[in-house]
């Protein structure tokens, strides 16, 4: 009776102490993805104005998770402008919580008239900012 109480002690010892040292490593090993100093996911929106910085920006509000640009013409087609509207809309870092929207204009007898904006754009957009937020992520690890 002593052997398999002994032998019941032992293996409960062996697991609680195999739970312990589980417990003794690192909490995370990847960067949280919820940071959020200034009310939105702040790698969402470090990587959505490094995305635009190559456009005037109109307003930026972080604790709303909003960016809207002026607009935006490529010197290669001038007569065409763009502008943009970054809309982040968790704290969490996932692809729903980021929209992209945007307008187009081309110059038509001396004036902008409003044109379609391709889809592709708007979604050529949004994967280009969840990339960089995801490395802004990885990077935070690697430090």
């Given at each position: 009776?002593?052997?398999?109480?002994?032998?019941?002690?032992?293996?409960?010892?062996?697991?609680?102490?195999?739970?312990?040292?589980?417990?003794?490593?690192?909490?995370?090993?990847?960067?949280?993805?919820?940071?959020?100093?200034?009310?939105?996911?702040?790698?969402?929106?470090?990587?959505?104005?490094?995305?635009?910085?190559?456009?005037?920006?109109?307003?930026?509000?972080s604790s709303?998770?909003?960016?809207?640009?002026?607009?935006?013409?490529?010197?290669?087609?001038?007569?065409?402008?763009?502008?943009?509207?970054?809309?982040?809309?968790?704290?969490?870092?996932?692809?729903?919580?980021?929209?992209?929207?945007?307008?187009?204009?081309?110059?038509?007898?001396?004036?902008?008239?409003a044109a379609?904006?391709?889809?592709?754009?708007?979604?050529?957009?949004?994967?280009?900012?969840?990339?960089?937020?995801?490395?802004?992520?990885?990077?935070?690890?690697?430090?």
């Amino acid at each position: 009776m002593k052997t398999k109480t002994f032998a019941l002690i032992l293996a409960t010892s062996v697991i609680a102490l195999t739970g312990c040292a589980k417990k003794d490593k690192p909490k995370a090993q990847i960067a949280a993805s919820k940071v959020t100093t200034i009310g939105v996911n702040a790698y969402l929106w470090r990587a959505s104005l490094d995305t635009l910085s190559f456009m005037p920006l109109l307003q930026t509000d972080s604790s709303g998770g909003v960016i809207v640009t002026d607009w935006y013409a490529n010197p290669q087609t001038p007569g065409e402008r763009v502008k943009l509207t970054i809309s982040i809309l968790d704290q969490d870092l996932r692809a729903d919580a980021l929209r992209v929207a945007g307008s187009r204009q081309v110059a038509q007898g001396g004036q902008w008239v409003a044109a379609p904006l391709r889809a592709a754009t708007v979604q050529k957009m949004e994967a280009i900012i969840l990339t960089k937020a995801r490395d802004l992520r990885r990077s935070a690890i690697s430090g």
